[in-house]
């Protein structure tokens, strides 16, 4: 490619001539990428489902750069420009190139690849860059395990990783217009908050979707980008009607306990398949599993796994159903908001507990050696017989775990309840989702 086009393409995604509109700031992200990108000399690794706001968000945090660094010492490039007819290792190159020659940065740049994986052997530039100590790096993707793979491969000890999610209900409310920033305003707002959530639990979080009045339509495209690009053409799916009805499935069964043995059956698809093509989509940042609690490594890998969706406006859309099933769709938001701490604090583990007398919990929480709480979701406890059976297991996992303070999550009641020498709070999904603001 040209200069002047390399240039050109560039100048629409950067801040050196102009002001560019940056959406609804994400201030978590932001400052944990500020905080990588300035005080680890590491390569950031931003990863996270299409769609996400992964770009966007690249573009807040270059926004808060130039507040101390002028703009020519930053670089963003985001390689799905269509204009990029052209992608290549040279291309790389010439791009970084024309970069130093026509802008001319006086500092040790910020460069930002976005989309990074459209480029085969990418990971010798950034390699060279970190290397040579020139530039402070992040690249961006939608495959998780791309990256980390690669990394893991070629630049061992040089990068951290930050997954960046759909947005959680407190940047969702945010996105509305509406923020609770104490306990107290959050009260006073209840009556929105919970409307919302309903919008919340039909719709997800996917900025765009957020957004639009085209909500269900963009969710399928996004489902079918998704498919398409990160997994068929990436990985070269021959079987793609096995690999979508796989991906159906999975979204139809959300917060349900599945084994590869029992799918395989039930689609009448070869094991093998099933293991692989379910490996890609969580690679492409589709849905989730969550692993059953045992102190053993092998007992984890053989149990049955929990199976989330990466939104609940993505399984609403593409599942299979007759009604909401407002439970289940509960415990898929808690599992997302678990797996959004998870981005800012790796060391904590989830899992689900189940005993051989078939009580289950949904949410385990470790953290180092130490299992640190146990959550369990009901959204419906008025039923006395629905809450003796959800309290039966709550209280059994704590037992076995040594916890002494439960948590169920319910859709309207709240409270507090002691049991023996036991601590059970009753908290509605809507004060759980927004308890980190406050």
């Avoid at 759909?166 to 409307?195: Q, Y």
């Avoid at 939104?311 to 407002?326: E, H, K, Y």
């Avoid at 189940?354 to 949904?362: H, M, T, V």
């Amino acid at each position: 490619m040209r200069k002047e086009e390399i240039l050109e393409i560039l100048a629409d995604w950067n801040f050196w001539a102009k002001e560019m509109d940056v959406g609804i700031e994400r201030e978590r992200y932001i400052k944990e990428l500020l905080s990588l990108l300035t005080k680890t000399d590491q390569i950031v690794c931003i990863s996270g489902v299409r769609r996400a706001g992964k770009s966007t968000l690249i573009k807040q945090v270059v926004k808060e750069l130039i507040k101390t660094a002028e703009a020519r010492n930053t670089l963003m490039v985001n390689f799905e420009d269509e204009r990029f007819y052209e992608r290549s290792l040279a291309v790389l190159g010439q791009i970084y190139e024309a970069y130093l020659e026509k802008v001319a940065p006086d500092k040790k740049p910020f460069i930002f690849l976005d989309e990074v994986q459209t480029i085969d052997g990418w990971e010798r530039f950034v390699r060279g860059l970190h290397e040579r100590k020139e530039a402070r790096l992040a690249v961006s993707g939608s495959s998780a395990k791309l990256l980390s793979e690669e990394f893991a491969t070629l630049l061992t000890g040089r990068h951290v990783t930050l997954a960046v999610h759909p947005l959680s209900f407190t940047e969702f409310l945010k996105f509305k217009g509406l923020e609770a920033k104490s306990e107290v305003e959050a009260l006073a707002k209840r009556v929105e908050i919970r409307r919302l959530l309903d919008e919340y639990m039909e719709f997800g979080g996917f900025p765009e979707a957020v957004l639009s009045s085209e909500k269900r339509r963009i969710l399928l495209s996004y489902f079918e980008t998704v498919i398409t690009r990160d997994i068929v053409e990436r990985f070269k799916i021959r079987e793609r009607e096995k690999l979508r009805a796989l991906a159906k499935y999975y979204l139809t069964n959300i917060s349900s306990p599945i084994t590869f043995n029992s799918v395989s059956r039930f689609l009448k698809s070869p094991l093998t398949t099933v293991e692989r093509f379910s490996d890609y989509l969580e690679t492409a940042n589709l849905i989730f599993f969550v692993k059953r609690f045992s102190y053993s490594l092998k007992e984890q890998e053989k149990s049955p796994r929990k199976v989330y969706s990466v939104d609940v406006g993505l399984s609403n859309a593409i599942g299979f159903r007759f009604m909401r099933n407002l439970g289940k769709i509960a415990e898929n938001a808690v599992a997302i908001s678990l797996r959004v701490q998870q981005s800012f604090d790796p060391e904590l583990e989830v899992y689900y507990w189940k005993d051989p007398l078939g009580r289950e919990a949904d949410f385990v929480l470790k953290m180092g050696p130490k299992v640190r709480q146990v959550i369990q979701v009901c959204w419906e406890v008025a039923e006395l017989e629905t809450k003796n059976r959800e309290l039966r297991a709550l209280l059994g996992a704590m037992k076995k775990l040594g916890v002494k303070e439960g948590t169920l999550v319910t859709g309207d009641y709240e409270g507090e309840e002691k049991i023996r020498e036991n601590k059970i709070q009753y908290i509605p999904l809507w004060k759980w989702l927004v308890k980190d603001v406050f």
